[in-house]
């Protein structure tokens, strides 16, 4: 559909480039002024390449609760409470794979993360 359709323009305005707001917001962002080290030390808490304790991460997207994800996510918390785990719980979106819903990754310090 182009730009020009009506439809399209009916439904909210495309600007020809990024507004003066977001392109300031981009610049201000998390990452300004940050080079080498600190880039780095930043991305890899980001993508969690260290972690301090158990991260159990839960698929929790549409997919997933079809699937049972918030029966998945209610065991798992009875559990690590029960065993006194202290497990980081985090629910995160689908990865794509959706016909293995509810996928559960555990990443536990010194190790990688693994899906299961």
């Known amino acids: 559909m182009s730009s020009n359709s009506p439809l399209l323009s009916s439904c909210w305005e495309i600007p ?33 390449d260290r972690v301090a304790g158990p991260v159990i991460f839960v698929g929790a997207g549409t997919c997933g609760l079809g699937a049972g994800a918030d029966k998945t996510l209610a065991r798992i918390k009875a559990y690590c409470e029960a065993m006194s785990l202290g497990a980081d719980i985090r629910e995160v979106g689908c990865i794509g794979l959706c016909s293995e819903e509810p996928i559960v990754d555990i990443q536990v310090p010194g190790r990688a993360r693994v899906s299961c």
């Open 16 to 48: 020809a480039r990024p507004t003066p707001e977001l392109l300031a917001a981009l610049k201000a962002g998390p990452f300004n002024g940050k080079t080498g080290g600190e880039l780095d030390a930043i991305l890899a808490e980001l993508r969690r």
